[in-house]
């Protein structure tokens, strides 16, 4: 449905879901107007908090014993 409604191809998404032809795609564009909405308000965006990054000191550990490691090829 987003690939669909981003791109307004129902080639596009007939590829994207490997479809063997366009009439098992078609199928999207029939479905009822309310299960449309209903399935993308479903796909909300995760919320997410604007910030920086910073990787736990247990993982900066673990990455410079692997770059200090006998092991380890340039």
Do not use: C, N
Request: charged share 25%; hydrophobic share 40%; glycine share 2%.
């Amino acid at each position: 449905m987003h690939t669909l409604q981003a791109t307004r191809d129902v080639r596009k998404v007939s590829l994207w879901l490997g479809h063997a032809s366009l009439q098992s795609t078609e199928i999207y564009q029939r479905a009822d107007p309310t299960e449309k909405l209903e399935a993308l308000a479903a796909m909300a965006p995760p919320s997410l908090k604007p910030g920086r990054f910073r990787s736990p000191d247990k993982l900066l550990a673990m990455l410079k014993s692997v770059s200090r490691s006998a092991d380890y090829v340039e």
